[in-house]
């Protein structure tokens, strides 16, 4: 005969060890949501060997689930690698790269046009640490070669370049560092693994060493998870990054994984449509007298045009080159800040909002003074205001920047 206090702990037991295990052999389009801190063992033996490092089996939640694993396989098939790890935002996905690979003594380079974060890593983390950094100039080859020092230990490339989107020569940028025995680290997050291939830019295997990729952006496509990765193709490479990835107790929220699985099928699709979007848009801003300049790396005025020619040409059937729904333009001198201001608010589909990559068009005013050591000399002089298209119709987007010049009486 039971007690109550026996029957509940009967039952309490009951509901956690049911002899109920549904049939194997589920298949369906998602992989599977498996979430777990605990992954159980079946007997000490295995628990002894199991191998944490590789995808060989499950130790811990923090070293990977099925769902973890399916995601850093894909993107290291989208990248062009051979490895992958999930971090919980882009901006970690930088931080890990750097971690790994640099210590007191050493140096990083990185280019003027960085995404702004990167460079906030580096004065105010990295220099706690005794390493050191340069600025380079991501246009001029010579600036970043007489740069790269013994000391040197990690090059970071970005392409295109942020709020600016200047396209380097990726292609030089690369051989030069192979040639100097230094370590060169992408932010991918603008060409999203489609765009061009960062570890072979010219068809015969050169590119970076590394990737790193914020899914924020195009992957997640909906401006409502965080998530970043590093890819490599170089197994001893990624083992560095790997041991301080668990190191450091990077792990992802296995929801946020589910979201990026489910939108990862559209990628290409999205990214062509905000190509599309964005080309059409930078075009007709150029025909408008409110912008002194319109930085496109398609556009053939763009400053290192024929750079993204010649690395993402290659990526479209069709020869047009692939691009990712970004521009921004540089505000007629003539215009003040006030009147920037006021157009940037007076966009009813284009939300002022940082971040890109989802279904809504955003918009965001920069001062280049305050992010940039000197102002490019190919840029006009005046406000930067960057755009990212969204997947509304181009039609109604275009009225929506034709009634906000009007109403800041920039037309
Ligand atoms: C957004 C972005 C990042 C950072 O991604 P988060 O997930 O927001 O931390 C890094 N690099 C580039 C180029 C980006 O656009």
Same mark, same amino acid.
Request: hydrophobic residues 45%; charged residues 15%; glycine residues 10%.
């Given at each position: 005969?039971?007690?109550?206090?026996?029957?509940?702990?009967?039952?309490?037991?009951?509901?956690?060890?049911?002899?109920?295990?549904?049939?194997?052999?589920?298949?369906?389009?998602?992989?599977?949501?498996?979430?777990?801190?605990?992954?159980?063992?079946? +007997?000490?033996?295995?628990? !002894?060997?199991?191998?944490?490092?590789?995808?060989?089996?499950?130790?811990?939640?923090?070293?990977?689930?099925?769902?973890?694993?399916?995601?850093?396989?894909?993107?290291?098939?989208?990248?062009?690698?051979?490895?992958?790890?999930?971090?919980?935002?882009?901006?970690?996905?930088?931080?890990? #790269?750097?971690?790994?690979?640099?210590?007191?003594?050493?140096?990083?380079?990185?280019?003027? +046009?960085?995404?702004?974060?990167?460079?906030?890593?580096?004065?105010?983390?990295?220099?706690?640490?005794?390493?050191?950094?340069?600025?380079?100039?991501?246009? +001029?080859?010579?600036?970043?070669?007489?740069?790269?020092?013994?000391?040197?230990? /990690?090059?970071?490339?970005?392409?295109?370049?942020?709020?600016?989107?200047?396209?380097?020569?990726?292609?030089?940028? *690369?051989?030069?560092?192979?040639?100097?025995?230094?370590?060169?680290?992408?932010?991918?997050?603008?060409?999203?693994?489609?765009?061009? +291939?960062?570890?072979?830019?010219?068809?015969?295997?050169?590119?970076?060493?590394?990737?790193?990729? $914020?899914?924020?952006?195009?992957?997640?496509?909906?401006?409502?998870?965080?998530?970043?990765?590093?890819?490599?193709?170089?197994?001893?490479?990624?083992?560095?990054?790997? /041991? &301080?990835?668990?190191?450091?107790?990077?792990? #992802?929220?296995?929801?946020?994984?589910?979201?990026?699985?489910?939108?990862?099928?559209?990628?290409?699709?999205?990214? &062509?449509?905000?190509?599309?979007?964005?080309? &059409?848009?930078?075009?007709?801003?150029? *025909?408008?007298?409110?912008?002194?300049?319109?930085?496109?790396?398609?556009?053939?005025?763009?400053?290192?045009? $024929?750079?993204?020619?010649? #690395?993402?040409?290659?990526?479209?059937?069709?020869?047009?080159?692939?691009?990712?729904?970004?521009?921004?333009?540089?505000?007629?001198?003539?215009?003040?800040?006030?009147?920037?201001?006021?157009?940037?608010?007076?966009?009813?589909?284009?939300?002022?909002?940082?971040?890109?990559?989802?279904?809504?068009?955003?918009?965001?005013?920069?001062?280049?003074?305050?992010?940039?050591?000197?102002?490019?000399?190919? /840029?006009? !002089?005046?406000?930067? #205001?960057?755009?990212?298209?969204?997947?509304?119709?181009?039609?109604?987007?275009?009225?929506?920047?034709?009634? $906000?010049?009007?109403? $800041?009486?920039?037309?």
């Amino acid at each position: 005969m039971f007690t109550p206090s026996q029957r509940m702990t009967d039952s309490s037991t009951q509901l956690i060890h049911h002899p109920y295990t549904p049939p194997e052999g589920f298949d369906a389009p998602q992989p599977g949501v498996f979430k777990a801190s605990t992954v159980f063992f079946p +007997n000490v033996a295995a628990m !002894r060997t199991r191998e944490w490092k590789d995808k060989s089996g499950y130790t811990y939640g923090l070293h990977g689930t099925p769902t973890t694993f399916v995601l850093e396989e894909r993107i290291a098939a989208l990248e062009g690698g051979r490895q992958c790890l999930l971090v919980s935002s882009g901006l970690a996905a930088l931080a890990v #790269v750097a971690l790994a690979l640099l210590q007191t003594g050493d140096e990083v380079l990185i280019p003027d +046009n960085a995404y702004g974060p990167n460079l906030s890593l580096a004065q105010g983390q990295l220099a706690r640490y005794g390493i050191t950094h340069q600025i380079y100039d991501p246009m +001029n080859l010579d600036d970043l070669a007489t740069r790269i020092s013994a000391r040197t230990r /990690l090059v970071w490339l970005e392409a295109a370049g942020s709020v600016t989107l200047e396209f380097p020569d990726l292609i030089a940028q *690369t051989r030069l560092c192979r040639a100097r025995g230094v370590t060169s680290a992408l932010d991918n997050t603008w060409g999203a693994g489609l765009a061009f +291939n960062p570890f072979d830019l010219d068809g015969a295997g050169l590119g970076a060493d590394v990737s790193a990729h $914020a899914l924020t952006k195009y992957p997640s496509g909906g401006g409502d998870v965080l998530m970043g990765a590093i890819t490599t193709r170089d197994a001893a490479l990624h083992m560095r990054m790997k /041991l &301080a990835h668990m190191r450091l107790g990077l792990g #992802v929220g296995v929801n946020d994984v589910e979201a990026i699985l489910r939108a990862l099928p559209s990628l290409p699709l999205r990214y &062509a449509a905000a190509d599309r979007g964005a080309r &059409a848009l930078a075009r007709w801003c150029a *025909t408008q007298p409110a912008f002194a300049q319109v930085l496109h790396p398609a556009l053939p005025a763009s400053p290192g045009h $024929a750079h993204w020619q010649q #690395v993402c040409a290659a990526a479209d059937a069709a020869g047009q080159g692939a691009a990712a729904g970004l521009w921004s333009v540089v505000m007629h001198q003539r215009h003040t800040q006030a009147q920037v201001d006021a157009f940037c608010d007076a966009l009813r589909l284009f939300k002022i909002g940082y971040s890109w990559g989802g279904p809504i068009s955003l918009v965001m005013p920069y001062d280049l003074n305050d992010m940039r050591g000197s102002w490019p000399a190919h /840029l006009a !002089r005046g406000t930067v #205001v960057r755009f990212s298209v969204g997947l509304e119709d181009a039609r109604d987007l275009q009225a929506d920047l034709a009634q $906000a010049l009007a109403a $800041a009486g920039l037309r």
